[in-house]
């Protein structure tokens, strides 16, 4: 059969994008079909890129307050304007869009469509009316945020990720549901920049995806910055007040009323799949999401998908990841898998939560028995000089090995440092070599060696050893 295209993308996000450009310079006829109006998905425009933009502004703010601390002057801090906030965040996003334009793709041999997909049959989908025919199809529409079936919350305002970046003024108070990334995210940074914040979590702890531990540097950061945290909450209802927004939460057996300005829902992502007809084109999926196997490929094996679609790895990095395994799949014809078992995360909260690996919680869960080793910033120069030594890097070993499982850091700069571990890990770095290893002093990376160096000395500098050096070289140390 003569098809209109090699391939087919539906989607201009993080996957789609990889796909899309990937598989057009390897020489493959490329559609790329969104809904618009511009390429960039949810990361560029209500996700990574405005979140990451808010913080780094409300890290500022937090600074210029605390100035005092590092022997500055004090500084008059006058209200936010947020407007002015939005449009930086605005401004940040134009300059990336550039990466991410049609025009770009366009020259790259990519033909762009902009409309809704809905598939016709296995082999073809129409975008605004036109049919388009491909050998191989690519989903890759991404997520959107999850809204619960509370009572009340259809007829009160409420505020998700796609509209908290271009609010025109900053609330006075905001009430955040959820405990997760987005929601800690925004919760201390709207602290920061003056908004009396409450934020509801069901679970026990915040970031429940985290070792308890690591997650309660998060929540002694986010309280210190003036954020009222209630876990064990459970949404009872919803309901709009003439001042605002008012949420009433079961905190045991007691019942809470929660008044704020504005309402933040953030309580997960919800794959986008609804509106394609994908059932035309004989592909399982469901309102979890779309399955996929270890190549990315769905219940039909020329039709892939990637990226938040699957209900899976929820994150840009994984999204692109998966982009390239469907590249060498569907372009390149190579049985490339998928694997996850070093997929990193971070939560860029200050300070930021990041991990790669296997964290204890989930070694314990898997009945994987582990050695746990933990080093401080307190002991690291750099952050002690930088006021910022609040957190400690997590070590997870094979139970009586140094083989590494994974790692967590709670710290500065967190998704900076275990970018080392990343490698480290992926490219089986032993941790002598660590230890061996020279790092400029001072600097936050020396926390890795350190641990590292630690867990090697203890094996270096044990009785047994000791005594065989006293043995052959007739040493006379205390030790010996």
Known sequence: MDYDADLLVIGGGAAGLTVAAGAARLGARVVLADRGPTLGGDCLHHGCVPSKTLIASARARRT???APRFGLPEVALPPVDFKAVAAHIAGVQSVIQKHDSVERFSGLGVEVRFGDAVFVDE???????????????????????QIPAFPGLADTPYLTNRDIFTL???????????????????????????????????????????????????HEALEQDGVRIM?????????????????????GDEHVDVHGERLLVALGRTPNVEGLHLGNAGVVFSERGVPVDARMRTSQSHILAAGDV??????????????????????????????????????FT???LASVGLNEREAHRQGIGVDVHTESFSSNDRALAEGTACGLLKLVLARGTQRVLGVQIAGPHAGELIN????ALGGGVRLTTLAGGVMPYPTLGEISRRVAGNIVSEALFSDKVRN????LFRYRGKGC
């Not at 082999?123 to 945020?145: K, N, W, Y």
């Not at 959820?178 to 920061?192: D, N, S, W």
């Not at 876990?231 to 905190?251: F, K, L, N, W, Y």
Request: proline share 4%; with cysteine.
């Open 64 to 66: 210029m307050r605390d």
């Open 123 to 145: 082999h073809t989908v129409a975008v605004e009316g036109r049919r388009i025919s491909a050998r191989r199809i690519v989903v890759a529409t991404g997520s959107s945020p």
């Open 168 to 218: 025109e003024t900053l609330p006075a108070s905001l009430i955040v549901l959820g405990g997760g990334p987005i929601a800690v995210e925004m919760a201390q940074a709207f602290a920061r920049l003056g908004s009396r914040v409450v934020l509801v979590q069901r679970g026990g702890h915040i970031l429940s995806r985290e070792d308890a531990d690591m997650a309660a540097v998060v």
């Open 231 to 251: 876990t064990g909450a459970t949404v009872e209802v919803a309901r709009r007040q003439d001042a605002g927004v008012v949420v009433t939460v079961r905190v």
């Open 310 to 347: 699957t209900g899976a790895w929820q994150f840009t990095h994984a999204a692109g990841y998966e982009g390239s395994v469907v590249v060498a799949n569907a372009v390149l014809r190579l049985p490339r898998k998928a694997k996850y078992d070093r997929m990193p995360w971070c939560t």
């Open 350 to 352: 200050d300070p930021e």
């Open 420 to 423: 080392g571990w990343c490698m």
């Open 468 to 471: 065989v050096l006293c043995t």
